[in-house]
């Protein structure tokens, strides 16, 4: 968030802008004196005594001082000063240019090394050497060429040494300009390859040479050398501007593959140019990858060929050429008659913006073509048309033969079932319909059929009888009718047909959540990956970001080399509850973004348009501007299963229901799939805030209850039937899903491949597998620490290990356990063996003083006197609580262990008798904590307690003890 600057910070801005390019200025005019003075030195003018008389007049353009430094720096460095020079002179004018020099002390380093190694080759080159004013020696390598001459001389022949040196100057370029030199070897095989492919016209029997791709490490970076700051995981162009990070004026280039590919180097920006510091890519490694076009396309896509035939092949020939240096990847005109050809197209043209980052390269990008998917059935309806008809005259018949008056009004032949429309007679109830349910599917021998009470707008009820033959729905058919409907819609799902057969076409930023039930083989999944199609073929990358998570890794695996993708597919249940997370972040984020703003949502944002937003915010300088996303992508997450996520973090229920309740706005939405509709899966505040849910075949009523809050789920047919409940309307809609092969999700992804490249998001892709990620920062017990020591020292995490060390009980132990796993101390419990110590005393050490230093301030308040004696007296009272719960918890359960405690609540009246009473105290809640958690004890305790049994034995002597004088008394 751009927060606005005071007039001081603002003046002491100006006053270090000046002194910058007053340093700036002063630098370059020295750097031109030295050059000039290189240039213009003559041997003969003073102090050279190179020559046995020298000049009266000083020869050199720059005077006596231009003589001096033109002497001094080919006396001590030789001809490697102009290496020097020039390193220095690209580095001002990359300066000037505003675009400061990455890795400033290796490439320094490379320079020197450039430097030293040119003079030490010219000098081993020439073996004569000459005496020099005072006695020193003087060469055409000056004193550091004679150095390196004599190091090398006495080990190398002269052959050897130039090579050794020859390779330390590569190095100091690799160090220096690293972009260049890694540039060379593609510039050479572009060389070759066109040479070949020329060659290869002009005598046919040459076979095509195809370039190989190459993976170039930047030596100078620790990584991959990225134009765009490093690998996918860690690109700069966040476009949901939750990073800040540097302008860039540097030109970006793009292919279309992900692995195997690498962006462009670009040849005139130079290694020492680089507008944003290296970084290193998680999934990179240092080596060089060669794949060839044409093998990696067969070896990629051969299962497609297989299905796919002469489809693939026209695919092939049509999409873009993905070759690394290729410039150009589409003729203007040839690129708008493609365009041209495609039946339905949501693009708009949108106002482009000068900006330094943040942008997604979307040059030549293109929605993927329609023709990738496949065909709709012909000839449904006409086939259908007699069986309609006699399947109408066989109800007629059965409702006669239970003396039901009607007559059928209206016929809707869909793509799975048929609606019949029956106009009953005056007096006659909808009852008596119902209740011969199953003998009308009897007669007309369908499966089941599904009574409708009310149809909307009509007094007539529908029977909804199965087709003998389903129609399969296709998204090309559903894509092809009312685009100019479906282009006006922020984020359009095809989701299938309805019982007539028009297409059911929804835009999720008007539901703005949804939730798919269905058991297994309903066609959940395919409904979902309907949805995700739907998305690709509407919508850009820069529009739309994409978090898939499949715990079954295989359902939404074709998706991962999206574009759209914000991560990796996720697969592990624990971080998607951690992912759930950081979008309330991030939807809190964008609110305060639209606050500062003065809009209300997401579309008005993007409206504004960048000068307008800069105006709003006030910005006045690129790193302010840096900071602020110049359009919001909408944020989908499609959860595969629900129950799963429920189980494994309880809290994740909250997120879910927060952004339910406020993400519409900043265009943040949920897609949420289960098998299980079950209550304590589907909650009702999760139902409440997901108005628009769709319902596939369920085991039961109940589930379907759940789901819709009405029957009719039981009774559908599966294989995508399915009833959809609009947020608009409380009338169920009978319809049947779209079916999307995976052959069709293949092509269309290998398209999308194409034409853009992944822009994983850095936050999400960092979160790790299991564990809590505020594990460290909740409130822990007092005695942790020395909890943390006992299981360092002995190399063993055992809960009955700490009661013994601590003297505490079962629960409070078992707790520090937990956080010590979730801290990452200790590692999971393992049957009857006490957990593995995952840390060194010296590790935890230096946990301790992170947390330390970001927790400075709150220590500081703690300490204090006041929050002391607080703190004491908070915990007192949360002692005599939890004394007093456990003791009416306790009281119907266990008589005389309450006496025992009431005695010795007597006794510590008695000042002599105070320690046996907190003794006693201290076992009955000893015995208390371990019956209370007797289930958990038998599972984490890795072994007996004698402590504890002794204990247990003490209560029960004293309890017999206690009995025995009663008897006395009573006698």
């Known amino acids: 968030m751009a927060k606005r600057k005071t007039k001081k910070q603002k003046e002491a801005d100006e006053r270090l802008a000046v002194l910058r390019q007053i340093g700036l200025a002063v630098a370059i005019g020295a750097w031109l004196i030295v050059v000039a003075s290189l240039l213009s030195y003559n041997s003969a003018d003073a102090p050279s005594h190179a020559v046995g008389v020298t000049n009266a007049d000083t020869a050199n353009w720059m005077g006596p001082l231009g003589a001096a430094i033109a002497h001094k720096a080919y006396l001590v460095i030789g001809p490697g000063v102009w290496v020097a020079t020039i390193g220095l002179g690209a580095w001002l004018v990359l300066t000037l240019a505003n675009r400061p020099v990455n890795q400033t002390v290796i490439r320094a380093a490379g320079l020197a090394i450039m430097t030293a190694t040119t003079s030490g080759m010219i000098a081993v080159a020439t073996t004569q050497f000459v005496t020099g004013y005072d006695g020193a020696p003087q060469g055409p390598g000056g004193l550091l060429g004679v150095l390196i001459h004599e190091e090398i001389a006495g080990r190398f022949a002269t052959a050897g040494s130039l090579l050794i040196l020859g390779i330390a100057f590569w190095i100091g370029a690799l160090l220096a300009v690293d972009q260049i030199v890694l540039a060379i070897p593609r510039v050479l095989a572009e060389g070759v390859m066109r040479l070949m492919n020329v060659s290869r016209e002009r005598f046919p029997g040459i076979p095509e040479f195809n370039m190989p791709r190459w993976k170039m490490p930047s030596i100078a970076g620790f990584g991959f050398m990225s134009r765009e700051g490093g690998g996918v995981a860690q690109r700069e162009n966040d476009l949901d501007g939750g990073h800040i990070e540097l302008p860039s004026k540097s030109k970006r280039k793009r292919k279309g593959k992900r692995h195997g590919d690498d962006e462009e180097i670009d040849e005139d920006a130079g290694g020492l140019g680089g507008s944003e510091p290296f970084e290193t890519a998680e999934d990179d490694e240092y080596e060089y990858e060669y794949v060839y076009e044409d093998e990696e396309e067969e070896d990629e896509n051969a299962d497609i060929e297989a299905q796919a035939g002469e489809d693939d092949e026209d695919l092939s020939a049509d999409a873009p050429s993905a070759y690394v240096n290729s410039k150009k990847k589409f003729d203007p005109d040839e690129l708008r008659a493609k365009m041209s050809q495609i039946p339905i197209n949501f693009a708009k043209k949108q106002e482009t913006h000068e900006a330094p980052i943040r942008e997604m390269d979307l040059t030549g990008y293109q929605f993927p073509e329609i023709d990738l998917l496949e065909d709709p059935e012909v000839g449904f309806s006409e086939e259908m048309r007699g069986i309609v008809e006699q399947q109408g005259q066989e109800l007629q018949a059965a409702l006669l033969e239970y003396k039901i008056k009607g007559e059928i009004v209206n016929i809707d032949s869909g793509p799975v079932i048929t609606l019949f429309e029956i106009k009953l007679a005056p007096g006659t109830k909808v009852s008596r319909i119902t209740a011969v349910q199953s003998d009308l599917a009897r007669a007309l021998k369908a499966p089941n059929i599904r009574v409708v009470p009310n149809m909307a707008g009509k007094n007539t009820i529908g029977i909804e009888v199965p087709n003998l033959k389903k129609e399969r729905v296709r998204l090309k058919e559903l894509m092809s009718v009312n685009r100019e409907a479906v282009a006006k819609m922020k984020l359009p799902m095809f989701l299938g047909k309805d019982a007539s057969g028009n297409p059911l076409v929804q835009d999720l930023n008007a539901m703005p959540h949804m939730l798919i039930a269905g058991t297994t083989g309903s066609g959940k999944s395919v409904c979902m990956n309907s949805i995700i199609m739907s998305f690709l073929f509407t919508k850009r990358p820069d529009e739309l970001k994409l978090v898939l998570v499949d715990p079954k890794m295989v359902e939404m695996s074709m998706f991962k080399s999206i574009p759209h993708l914000m991560c990796p597919v996720v697969t592990e249940m624990n971080k998607a509850a951690q992912i759930l997370e950081w979008a309330v972040t991030k939807m809190d984020e964008r609110y305060e973004l639209l606050a500062e703003v003065g809009v209300r949502d997401i579309a008005s944002y993007n409206d504004l348009g960048w000068d307008e937003i800069k105006d709003r915010l006030e910005i006045e300088n690129d790193n302010e501007a840096a900071r602020i996303p110049k359009k919001l992508p909408y944020l989908v997450f499609v959860i595969d299963e629900l129950a799963d996520l429920m189980m494994t973090n309880k809290e994740v229920e909250g997120s879910i229901v927060r952004i339910a309740q406020k993400a519409r706005a900043v265009g943040i939405h949920l897609i949420l ?299």
């Open 673 to 971: 799939a289960t098998q299980r509709p079950q209550a304590n899966v589907v909650t009702g505040l999760i139902k409440s805030n997901m108005p628009s849910r769709v319902c596939m075949k369920v085991a039961s009523g109940m589930d379907s209850r759940i789901v819709l809050d009405a029957k009719g789920g039981e009774l559908l047919l599966g294989h995508g039937d399915m009833l959809f409940l609009s947020p608009r309307s409380s009338d169920l809609v009978r319809a049947q899903g779209t079916l999307v092969d995976d052959i069709e999700i293949r092509k269309s992804v290998k398209f999308l491949k194409t034409v853009s490249q992944q822009s994983f998001e850095p936050q999400l892709v960092q979160i790790k597998n299991g564990g809590d990620a505020g594990a460290l920062d909740e409130e822990r017990d007092e005695l942790f620490d020395d909890a943390v020591m006992v299981v360092l020292e002995t190399g063993r995490g055992s809960v009955s290990l700490l009661q013994r060390r601590l003297t505490i009980g079962y629960s409070r132990a078992s707790r520090m356990i937990e956080q010590m796993e979730a801290s990452g101390i200790l590692g999971h419990h393992k049957t009857a063996q006490a957990r593995e110590v995952l840390i060194s005393p010296e590790e935890w050490e230096a946990m301790k003083e992170m947390i330390a230093n970001d927790m400075v301030e709150s220590d500081a308040v703690a300490n204090g006197p006041e929050a002391e004696a607080q703190a004491t007296a908070i915990e007192d009272e949360q002692a005599e609580a939890q004394v007093e719960e456990d003791e009416e918890l306790d009281l119907d359960d266990d008589e005389d262990e309450a006496e025992v405690v009431d005695e010795a609540a007597v006794e510590v009246e008695d000042e002599e008798d105070v320690e046996d009473a907190e003794d006693d105290e201290y076992e009955y809640e000893e015995v208390d904590e371990a019956e209370g958690d007797e289930e958990e004890y038998e599972d984490d305790e890795e072994e007996e307690d004698p402590d504890v049994e002794m204990e247990y034995e003490e209560v029960d002597d004293e309890e017999w003890e206690e009995a025995d004088e009663e008897e006395e008394d009573e006698d």
